[in-house]
């Protein structure tokens, strides 16, 4: 599989795209009280943006996202609070 912009696939890029770049969202993932895990970021995604990213065609390109890389991203972030 190729990767897209450094992510494993376009899916796993939008999710973190949005979430790092959307202040409401960045906010609210840095206020997560436990260090990031592939369940937590995506129980995290699916409760704020149940319907997928603006971007998606729908909850359906959840299933392509790389939540371990995801959470990696999102842990290295919250250290850096």
Do not use: C
């Amino acid at each position: 599989m190729e990767k897209y912009n450094g992510s494993t696939n376009w899916e796993t890029w939008n999710v973190n795209l949005w979430v790092m770049n959307d202040e409401g969202l960045y906010s609210a993932m840095h206020q997560h009280s436990q260090p990031w895990t592939a369940e937590s970021a995506r129980d995290f995604v699916l409760d704020i943006l149940p319907d997928g990213t603006p971007d998606m065609s729908g909850v359906k390109d959840y299933f392509a996202v790389n939540w371990e890389e995801i959470a990696a991203a999102w842990a290295a972030a919250w250290d850096g609070k």
